[in-house]
C-alpha cells in the first residue's frame, strides 16, 4: 500500500468547517479545501488565511494528492497571499 502523508487528508478528503462572516456576524459553510465563499445571508465574499501545509514543502506533494487538487492549492494559497497585502 502507497504511503500517504495525513496532513494533507483534508486536501484529499475535504470536508465541511463554519466560519463568521466579517461582515454581518452569519456562520457560513466553507471546505476545508476552500480559502473563499459567500456569505449568504448578506452576500459578502469571505476569505481564510491559508496556512502552513505539507503542500508547501514536502518533495512528494503533488504525488499525494493528485495534480488536481494540488493545483488549487496552490493557486488559493497564492490568492490568499495576494489578499493580505
Not at 466560519?19 to 476569505?47: H, L, S
Not at 502552513?52 to 497564492?78: H, P, T
Request: aromatic share 8%.
Amino acid at each position: 500500500m502507497k504511503f500517504q502523508c495525513p496532513g494533507a487528508g483534508t486536501i484529499r478528503q475535504p470536508s465541511p468547517e463554519f466560519i463568521r462572516c466579517q461582515n454581518c456576524g452569519r456562520e457560513v459553510e466553507i471546505w476545508t479545501d476552500e480559502i473563499k465563499t459567500t456569505c449568504a445571508k448578506c452576500n459578502k465574499t469571505i476569505m481564510r488565511q491559508a496556512g502552513q501545509s505539507c503542500l508547501d514543502w514536502c518533495r512528494f506533494a503533488r504525488e499525494c494528492v493528485g495534480e488536481e487538487k494540488y493545483n488549487k492549492y496552490k493557486k488559493n494559497k497564492e490568492e490568499t497571499h495576494k489578499k493580505s497585502k
